[in-house]
């Protein structure tokens, strides 16, 4: 699987949108864009994933820039509870979409 | 949506015993399933593949005899902590994948804090 880079930490104020970055600059053409999240002390919760076009959610919006090189996962009106680590992940390829390598992750605080 | 159970969601332990967590696809089967151990303020590390019918695949440097894996049927995984240190204390996560590959989630469990005393 290609490897991610995201930042290490992000602040956002709540109610507002939290928008977190992912490179993912050796993606191969099967490979799909995964976000994850992880609460502290809880097992990873899935958001979202998408191959080429924008996908939405209830949760969240996946915005893949033309080239599929990087992404943008963005949390329309963040609350205090999207508070967590946020992964990244590129899934799929050789892999057949079986295990997920997670990355060091970007941890979002929201604050009031 | 498929949920994956895992238990206990927290164990403590004296050194020297074993403890096994068990990993439970309950609305789908799941002929692999995945074991993360993750440190504090540390990201998951793959720790094996479980297979059902056949022998568990271990990551490098992950020992085999003490992190014991057996997928019993197509929904349960179980990881058997053998002869248990403190060092062994982490948070022990499994996860199972969905049936359409890399275009459907993968599921994971709430984790097991295991803390070895």
Known sequence: DAKTTQPTSMDCAEGRAANLPCNHSTISGNEYVYWYRQIHSQGPQY??????NNETNEMASLIITEDRKSSTLILPHATLRDTAVYYCIVRGGNNAGNML???????LMVKP | GAVVSQHPSRVICKSGTSVKIECRSLDFQATTMFWYRQ??????MLMATSNEGSKATYEQGVEKDKFLINHASLTLSTLTVTSAHPEDSSFYICSAPGTGGAETEAFFGQGTRLTVV
């Open chain 1, 101 to 107: 390598t997670f990355g060091g992750g970007t941890r």
């Open chain 2, 39 to 44: 440190f504090p303020k540390k990201s998951l």
């Open chain 1, 47 to 52: 958001i979202i994933h998408g191959l080429k």
